[in-house]
């Protein structure tokens, strides 16, 4: 029998992935502000950040997220012990060799770390494939889509080609992006037509397959023509339109008459903070009145953040067999990470200093040590039996 660790994804990726997102945020903050070198000799600090961000960090918390929820969404086998172990430690392996890079031969740390989306892939594949609902495939050319960004990242590392590391590193965001819109875009209103019927305020958004369709649609379009290098206007117009689709379809899921439900309305937030994202995008390109990189901050931080603490709430309850409460420690950190958000773009906007990049550094590191203390215990010891619930 499995200990309680191995026994669903989201137990030890969210366990490892919010005790590194601390070092993470210390560790490049000290570098950032001259109080230690930088991790990696050799790769840029702004490079080394985005890449653990997104590949260390956030694929932990995405490969615990995807590989929880299928089982019950798409009704595939759950992956668990043996096979489970066998992705955490490629996982865990690809970041002791992300930070002994300089000690060890040139080609071993991404050799090694580019091994978990594969292996991701290799997993989800034949299950996928025999799913009813064929929509679930799309979730494998995402997987490669992350993979070969990744590539593309140590290619340029190893090459000294700083702007194809950047592009990597650009296109797994967008990845990230599409993943975002498309399981976000069915569990958010799906939930909120549960909270609502439960409230008695409505009932959920009927399904619009254009619309859906669209708002996948115009992302691939922005990415495109972001990555390819297009002239700004174009990109900017497609920014453009990203917000205006996901602002019209996230409206239509009545987010607003669940304020009062903190684990339903976190996740509007986060819809919330990806139009925004969307809207800095398009004035970064067409007028310029803002850095490019805010549009990056307000989707990492406040979109994904908001989303990400949400989703880990709702799955630790849900799956430990607690009821659906949110226990104050996380509106906290709710709270924090929305600060966090506001704090990084008017550092980047208004050039605030130093003091307010520490400042949103600490506080997004903070809130998911709260949510390490709150639940980290609970991810090691077995499950209560289920609390029902209504989704």
């Known amino acids: 029998m499995s200990p309680?660790?191995?026994?669903?994804?989201?137990?030890p990726f969210y366990f490892l992935g919010t005790l590194y997102a601390p070092l993470l945020a210390a560790t490049w903050l000290g570098a950032y502000l001259g109080l230690w070198g930088a991790p990696s000799v050799g790769t840029p600090l702004r490079l080394w950040h985005g890449h653990e961000m997104l590949f260390g960090f956030a694929a932990a918390i995405i490969v615990g997220i995807v590989l929880t929820a299928l089982p019950s969404w798409a009704g595939t086998e759950e992956i668990r012990g043996g096979r489970l172990a066998v992705l955490v430690i490629l996982w865990l392996a690809g970041r002791i060799a992300f930070w002994t890079a300089p000690w060890l031969p040139p080609l071993a740390p991404a050799l090694v770390d580019l091994l978990l989306f594969p292996a991701v892939f290799l997993l989800l594949a034949p299950q996928l494939a025999r799913a009813s609902n064929r929509l679930y495939l799309l979730l494998l050319p995402i997987l490669l889509a992350l993979?070969?960004?990744?590539?593309?990242?140590?290619?340029?590392?190893?090459?000294?080609?700083?702007?194809?590391?950047?592009?990597?590193?650009?296109g797994a965001l967008y990845a990230i992006i599409v993943l975002y819109v498309l399981k976000g875009g069915v569990l958010t209103p799906i939930f909120t037509g549960n909270a609502l019927r439960e409230k008695g305020r409505g009932d959920q958004a009927p399904f619009n397959v254009e619309l859906e369709l669209l708002a996948v649609a115009v992302v691939l379009l922005l990415a495109a023509l972001d990555l390819a290098g297009a002239p700004s206007l174009w990109i900017g117009l497609a920014a453009l339109a990203c917000a205006g689709v996901h602002a019209a379809r996230a409206a239509r899921w009545k987010g607003w008459r669940l304020a009062d439900v903190p684990l339903v309305f976190v996740m509007h937030l986060g819809f919330a903070w990806l139009v925004f994202a969307f809207l800095l995008k398009a004035i970064a390109e067409l007028a310029g009145l803002v850095p490019e990189a805010t549009w990056v901050h307000a989707f990492t931080l406040g979109s994904l953040g908001l989303m990400m603490l949400g989703l880990m709430t709702r799955v630790s309850l849900r799956h430990t067999g607690r009821p659906l409460v949110v226990p104050a420690a996380m509106k906290l950190a709710y709270g924090m990470m929305f600060v966090a958000s506001l704090v990084r773009l008017a550092a980047t906007v208004h050039g605030l200093g130093d003091w307010a990049i520490a400042a949103a550094a600490v506080l997004w590191g903070l809130t998911f040590a709260i949510y390490f203390l709150r639940f980290g215990a609970i991810l090691l010891r077995p499950s209560l039996p289920r609390a029902g619930s209504t989704d």
């Open 4 to 11: 309680p660790l191995l026994t669903s994804a989201f137990r």
């Open 147 to 170: 993979a070969a960004a990744n590539a593309a990242y140590h290619y340029g590392i190893l090459a000294a080609h700083t702007h194809l590391a950047g592009l990597g590193l650009r």
